[in-house]
Structure formats: structure tokens, C-alpha cells
């Protein structure tokens, strides 16, 4: 970032497979754009982030002119636990609690740590900043993170909600506030983020109060290839009755259900294709998909019990007209409507879809988790300058 202009955006895909994507952008005063894309094996972080560095100085598509120019890195980090309720410079004992945290995100915790590991050997002069899921929902009181379970398994184990996609929560919440020129903390949202991973958040004035997503990314809505909520006792059932490890058990519930397991396919354009095309388990995916969020939309709507904007958000949720209307479709007794040809316009903008001077506004704005994480981290860096200079 050069203030608050983006000056370069990329991607690394498909580390470790036998043919990887790195994906480089740098953007233009005049608004043009500059591609570069190499499409070669990655074995490692530690390639790709060689690759990545030397994107950064190329001389006709960089943007630095040496490595040392980085003053900081901004690092997502899935799951803080209870330890971080904001943006945090990384040190040996944010290192410890992001360890300490690996039993509640296995799949995520050690890859953002290696993340970090890589970083701090290509910028070692530069600070290493931590931006975590879970931080935006630390808000969140007791009686809506606690289970009904044992309590010491919360005193001594720490089993209760988190609640996850914090940052692009928060990124969508504030650019809503700016759009409507409101204080945040004078605002009521139910903010629903769906990609191939979804989550719904309750904000009131500002703060999170409730979320779908529980002590790990699986329990709310249905997802891509996860179940969400489900009566507890099928692993049980599966267990006694089909033989199934906790290893396939795990399995089944995170990669092989969701959409994929309604209709055989976790994206979202294919399901929708299939349903138009009159396969019934397409359709019967969609509906149980949008029929939870609007069962989540009714519950947060409950718990917040005055609403300003219903957001939508990321890949399914700024890109899917059907998905919005059917999970708004009969609201109307709530205030919540959605104009049909506002809902069809092909805008990549923050828009609104509900018909004019509708009470509550129902709202496409689009997440940039990356440059809500770049924002963060420079908050940190300024907030550290201002300290030493006092």
C-alpha cells in the first residue's frame, strides 16, 4: 500500500502440487494494470515466497526497489482463541498462542505459522503483524458463545463459539457505515459472507453479538463441502452403525458434505447451472442452503431486535442474484425486501438491492479481506511511531 492506494495485489496457488499458479498485479496511476503469472511447480512457502519477492522488485512490473523497503507484514491468522482481540505485532509469545490454539484450527494454525516463519527470513528488519478470524467476534458475550455443555469444558479447555471470516465481517460492516454516513456504532447489521466457506454475523452498534461459526469452522450454514449445523448424535450414529472412524467422520462432515454432498459439485455456478437445467438435486441443494440463512437472517434479527442492512458478501453472496432473492424471498412481514431488477444489475460496486427508501437496506458490498489485513497492519505501524515519538 502507498497510503491507502493498492499498488500491487497476488496470489500463490497450489503449493506443493506438481503445477502451481503465482499470480502478480501491479496497479497503475493511469488505472492500468500490469499481469504477470507464472505457472511452474512451487514446492515450498519458501519458494513461493522467493518468487513473490522477486515479483515485488522487478524492474518493469515491481514496485520496490529492494526487499528492505518492507517495513511490515500483514499475516492472517485463522484462530487466536481467547488471547487476541486485535490486530497484534508477532513475537515469541503470540508465536506460543497460535501454537497453543493448533487443537482448534489443525488445518489452518501451522500453515499461517509457517507463513510467518518464511516472512520473518525473507524481512527480517521488518515487523510481522497478526490479523485473526476470530478477533472481531471477541465481543461476543457469554450466553451466545458458551454451550450447553460441562462448564469446566469451557474453564479448563476452552470448548465454546469463535466465530470466523472476522476481517471481512468488519471490512463489509464499515464500508456500509461509510455508505449509509453513519457511525458504526450507531448501526444494527446482518452481515452474510458465502464463498466456499459461509458465516453470517449479528453486529450491533458496531460490535459482533452473535455468529454462525462455532468453536471451529464446520457448525452454521451449509457450505461448500461442510454440513454446518447438524443434530450431534450422527457421528455417534455413523460411528455404531457404518463403522466409521472420527478420521472419516471428520472427513465426510468438512470435504464431502455441504452442497457437494446434496448435488456432487461444492461450486456454486455448477449447482446453479445443474438446477437450471432441471437436476433435482440441485435444486434440492439450493433450497436447503438458502433456507438456512434465511432461518439465521430471522434468528439475528431476533437478537439484534432492530435491523439497519443485511449484507452480502464474497464470492457466492456479491455474485449470486438467485441466492439473495431466495434467501430474502417472504421476509417482507420483516421490512426486508429485494428489488428484482436492482438485484440483477451486473455491478461489482457497493449497491444497494432493496427498493428505494426501503426501511432496512439489503446490500451488495463486496470483502477485501487483504486490504482490510494491510489496513490493520498499518494501523499497528502507525500506532508504534506515534509511541516512539512521544
Known amino acids: 500500500m502507498d497510503g491507502n492506494s493498492v499498488m500491487a495485489s497476488g496470489i500463490v496457488e497450489k503449493i506443493g502440487e506438481s503445477r502451481s499458479l503465482l499470480t502478480h498485479t501491479k496497479f497503475m496511476e493511469t488505472r492500468d494494470e500490469i499481469k504477470n503469472i507464472i505457472d511452474a511447480a512451487i514446492s515450498d512457502h519458501r519458494e513461493g515466497m522467493s518468487l513473490v519477492v522477486a515479483q515485488l522488485v522487478h524492474p518493469k512490473h515491481g514496485v520496490i526497489q529492494d526487499r528492505a523497503e518492507i517495513s511490515a507484514v500483514g499475516h492472517r491468522v ?3 482463541g481467547e488471547a487476541f482481540q486485535a490486530t497484534t505485532i508477532i513475537d515469541e509469545g503470540v508465536i506460543d498462542s497460535i501454537k497453543e490454539n493448533i487443537p482448534l484450527a489443525p488445518l489452518h494454525n501451522p500453515s499461517n505459522l509457517i507463513g510467518i ?20 467476534h471477541q465481543t461476543i458475550t457469554e450466553k451466545a458463545f458458551l454451550y450447553a455443555v460441562p462448564y469446566n469444558l469451557y474453564s479448563k479447555e476452552k470448548v465454546r463459539r469463535y466465530g470466523f471470516h472476522g476481517t471481512s465481517h468488519l471490512y463489509v460492516a464499515e464500508k456500509c457505515a461509510a455508505y449509509m454516513a453513519r457511525p458504526l456504532n ?15 454475523a449479528a453486529i450491533k452498534k458496531g460490535r459482533s453479538i452473535d455468529t454462525s461459526m462455532g468453536m471451529t469452522p464446520l457448525e452454521g450454514l451449509v457450505m461448500g463441502t461442510r454440513s454446518g449445523d447438524i443434530d450431534p448424535a450422527i457421528p455417534f450414529f455413523l460411528a455404531d452403525h457404518l463403522k466409521m472412524s472420527l478420521g472419516e467422520i471428520d ?9 457437494k454432498g446434496i448435488c456432487g459439485t461444492n461450486d456454486m455456478r455448477e449447482v446453479i447451472d445443474k438446477k437450471n437445467r432441471g437436476v433435482k438435486s440441485a435444486k434440492l ?12 437472517i430471522g434468528a439475528y434479527f431476533a437478537a439484534l431486535e432492530n435491523v439497519d442492512a443485511i449484507i452480502f458478501t464474497a464470492g457466492i453472496g456479491e455474485n449470486a442474484p438467485d441466492i439473495r432473492h431466495q434467501s430474502c424471498a417472504g421476509l417482507g412481514s420483516l421490512g426486508i425486501e429485494i428489488d428484482h431488477v436492482k438485484n440483477r444489475a451486473k455491478l461489482k460496486d457497493i449497491r444497494e438491492i432493496s427498493p428505494d427508501g426501503n426501511r432496512i437496506k439489503v446490500m451488495v458490498i463486496p470483502t477485501n479481506e487483504e486490504l482490510k489485513i494491510a489496513q490493520e497492519t498499518k494501523k499497528v505501524i502507525d500506532t508504534q511511531n506515534m509511541t516512539s515519538n512521544n
Open 251 to 259: 472427513t465426510l462432515l468438512n470435504k464431502e458434505s455441504g452442497l
Open 186 to 200: 450507531e448501526l444494527n447489521l446482518i452481515t452474510i459472507h458465502l464463498g466456499n466457506g459461509c458465516s453470517m
Open 117 to 136: 516463519e518464511v516472512a520473518a527470513s525473507f524481512f527480517p528488519d521488518s515487523l510481522q503483524v497478526a490479523v485473526f478470524d476470530t478477533a472481531f
Open 78 to 80: 485463522v484462530h487466536g
Open 285 to 296: 441443494a439450493l433450497d436447503i442452503y438458502c433456507y438456512r440463512i434465511k432461518k439465521y
